[in-house]
């Protein structure tokens, strides 16, 4: 089955720079490729995904990059805020799914002031 | 549009007792559900995919006669926790696919309902 690893499990940022979170996942038919925000308590909102057939999809200061060929993907948040504090997890559709995800084990980012 | 709701939110049970949560897609159908669950500061765990109409397939590890899913209808799913003990509690998280939607491989995910077992 699909495994997929996250890096790192915490993030600590200035506020304004830069942070990436980076996974790798094992099924290389898995086609679909979404990163979710979680805070605590709160059910995982989607904040951006990306399709095998893209290699980098961005929406505003959010962006993700897939490497087929290496079977990993990242999020890169710019110009971070206060608000961006918060749990993020990657996850994969392995391809014997019905559109199930198998995620990976988060990164718990703060942003400080 | 794309809204997942899940009742109740919260529910505190004594052990042996047997807890239903519900999972409703509220403006769409959904064909497929899936239950999670997500111990403290852990990740989303699939626990099973349910499917209107038929059985719900279970992942590796999940036992089928404790944790009952039923998706009747292609509006609502729900999950029985039978005899509950207090390893049980966790906080349960359920999502659905909107296949008619622009985004079908989307998973749009309800809020979540925290049991605590006694």
């Known amino acids: 089955g699909e495994n997929v690893e996250q890096h790192p499990s915490t993030l600590s940022v200035q506020e304004g720079d830069s942070a990436v979170i980076k996974c790798t996942y094992s099924?290389?038919?898995?086609?679909?490729f979404p990163w979710y925000k979680q805070e605590l308590g709160k059910r995982p909102q989607l904040i951006i995904d990306?399709?095998?057939?893209?290699g980098e999809k961005k929406d505003q200061r959010i962006a993700v990059t897939l490497n087929k060929t290496a079977k990993h993907f990242s999020l890169h948040i710019t110009e971070t805020q206060p608000e961006d504090s918060a749990v993020y997890f990657c996850?994969?559709?392995?391809?014997?799914?019905?559109?199930?995800?198998?995620f990976g084990a988060g990164t718990q980012v703060v942003v400080t002031p | 549009g794309a809204v997942v709701s899940q009742h109740p939110s919260w529910v505190i049970c004594k052990s042996g007792t047997s807890v239903k949560i519900e999972c409703r897609s509220l403006?769409?159908?959904?064909?497929?559900m899936f239950w999670y669950r997500q111990f403290p500061k852990q990740s989303l765990m699939l626990m099973a995919t349910?499917?209107?109409?038929?059985?719900?397939?279970?992942e590796q590890g999940v036992e089928k006669d404790k944790f009952l899913i039923n998706h009747a209808s292609l509006t609502l799913s729900t999950l029985t926790v039978t005899s509950a003990h207090p390893e049980d509690s966790s906080f349960y998280i359920c999502?659905?696919?909107?296949?008619?939607?622009?985004?079908?491989?989307?998973?749009?995910f309800g809020p979540g309902t925290r049991l605590t077992v006694l």
């Open positions: 999502s659905a696919r909107d296949l008619q939607g622009y985004s079908y491989n989307e998973q749009f």
């Open positions: 099924d290389s038919a898995s086609n679909y």
């Open positions: 990306i399709r095998s057939n893209v």
């Open positions: 996850a994969a559709n392995p391809s014997d799914s019905w559109g199930k995800l198998q």
């Open positions: 403006d769409f159908q959904a064909t497929t």
């Open positions: 349910s499917n209107e109409g038929s059985k719900a397939t279970y």
